[in-house]
Structures are given as C-alpha cells and as structure tokens.
C-alpha cells in the first residue's frame, strides 16, 4: 500500500512538519512504522523513540487519506 510519510521536528515548546513523502509499505501497521521510521533515518534525521517522548504512529483519519506521523529532533543546523 502507499502512504504518506509526515516528518515532523519536535522541539522544547513546537512542532513543525518538516516535509512528506509517499511510499510503498507493508499492509502491517506496526511494520509499516517501522519502515517508514527506518526511510526517514535515511533522509539524516534523527527519529525521536516513543519512549522518549517520539510520537512514531500510523494515523487513520476519517474522511481522509491516511498517514505515518515520524518525530525527529531539531537540526542543530537551521
């Protein structure tokens, strides 16, 4: 299936969504976020793990298409 992949940079007080892309992924919603998280690694961000405070989900909304949300942390280059 293809979804969209939304980065998002996460921030002491902000979020900001970075950039999207689409790609081919697994119908598994857990190895799906996996990949993606995987792909946007790849891109030089750095993924922000749930259990410190990343927010990694796949995200079904009604009425629209649906998404992976990924969180990185901020580039220390702007």
């Given at each position: 299936m293809k979804v969209e992949i939304v980065v998002i940079e996460a921030g002491p007080d902000y979020m900001d969504r970075l950039e999207s892309f689409v790609m081919e992924l697994p119908e598994d919603e857990d190895q799906a976020v996996a990949e993606a998280i995987k792909a946007v690694e790849a891109k030089g961000y750095t993924?922000?793990?749930?259990?410190?405070?990343?927010?990694?989900?796949?995200?079904?909304?009604?009425g629209?298409?649906?998404?992976?949300?990924?969180?990185?942390?901020?580039?220390?280059?702007?």
């Open positions: 993924v922000i793990p749930d259990d410190q405070g990343g927010c990694n989900a796949y995200c079904s909304v009604s629209g298409e649906d998404y992976i949300a990924v969180t990185v942390a901020p580039s220390m280059v702007k």
